[in-house]
């Protein structure tokens, strides 16, 4: 069974760093573009960053550039999202989702997301 789980979410005081994982189990990370969504309460839900499979590719909403970076380490079936400077409006529960995307790039649908690991940034 296909199934991504995401770890590492919890309370941070404003300008503290969190490191989210992403783990794949049922099938390799190696053809997949990887994406980090969250949803904040009230809100819908809104794409943070994706990280394609084929060349690493990167991308990332306006509201984190230059605080969060995307990574992947294929040989641990994991793909990161450290987040740094985080702010209270990073609160949210945050969700991967994996899609096959043997050709590279960013795809606009998923089909396998985690059940989410919330995020809250508070002092």
């Known amino acids: 069974q296909l199934q991504v789980v995401e770890s590492g979410g919890g309370l941070v005081q404003p300008g503290g760093s969190l490191r989210l994982s992403c783990t794949a189990s049922?099938?390799?990370?190696?053809?997949?573009?990887i994406g980090w969504f969250r949803q904040a309460p009230g809100k819908e839900r809104e794409g943070v960053s994706c990280i394609s499979n084929k060349d690493g590719s990167t991308y990332y909403a306006d509201s984190v550039k230059g605080r969060f970076t995307i990574s992947r380490d294929n040989a641990k079936n994991t793909v990161y999202l450290q987040m740094n400077s985080l702010k209270p409006e990073d609160t949210a529960v945050y969700y991967c989702?994996?899609?096959?995307?043997?050709?590279?790039?960013?795809?606009?649908?998923?089909?396998?997301w985690g059940q989410g690991t919330q995020v809250t940034v508070s002092s």
């Open positions: 989702a994996a899609e096959p995307r043997p050709w590279g790039g960013c795809p606009t649908l998923y089909n396998y």
């Open positions: 049922g099938f390799t990370l190696d053809y997949y573009a």
